[in-house]
């Protein structure tokens, strides 16, 4: 029994050490990492005014909280090839502004962070393709004053929208 567990304790350092070698090796201040069964990017506080191109594309989770985006471009994702991402953490990053295609191609993402920046306003077709999207938190943005009716184009799963922080809310999401 003991050496069945030490032969899976091995065989997770492995896997663990190829995961976190192969995906942030070019990229500074980014860890990579299994969390929650996702192959996670910890780039946190790294600085970055732009997503990270040099990440691996098997990347499932991303987490840029606290760098200086001010901004997501037209394509932020697919010219960074993450295309496999499933969850996108982007607290605190001051962003001002999304252009409309900013997560185009992200057909499996579920779950988008934009708490604590400094959005102003969100272009209706902004989450257009993502039909798999469940989660969108926009708590914290005081400029965010009013969210269109049909704000969000048709995205039945899309569950939990937390702009607490909005001055009028239309729509159906």
Not at 37 to 53: E, Q
Not at 146 to 168: G, H, I, M
Request: hydrophobic residues 40%; positive net charge.
């Amino acid at each position: 029994m003991k050496l069945l567990l030490l032969l899976v304790l091995s065989f997770v350092s492995v896997v663990y050490c190829e995961f976190g070698a192969d995906s942030c090796r070019r990229t500074l201040g980014c860890k990579c990492l299994w969390s929650g069964g996702r192959r996670t990017a910890d780039c946190a506080n790294a600085h970055y005014a732009a997503v990270p191109t040099t990440l691996s594309p098997d990347i499932q989770a991303l987490i840029l909280d606290g760098n200086p985006l001010n901004g997501l471009d037209e394509d932020a994702f697919k010219r960074a090839g993450l295309l496999n991402l499933q969850t996108v953490s982007l607290r605190r990053c001051d962003i001002r502004r999304i252009d409309a295609n900013a997560f185009r191609d992200l057909k499996i993402v579920r779950s988008v962070d934009l708490s604590y920046n400094n959005i102003t306003e969100l272009h209706p077709k902004t989450f257009d393709g993502n039909e798999g999207l469940t989660k969108l938190v926009l708590r914290g943005n005081r400029r965010l004053e009013e969210l269109q009716q049909y704000q969000f184009p048709p995205l039945n799963s899309l569950k939990v929208t937390n702009a607490n922080d909005t001055k009028r809310v239309f729509g159906h999401f």
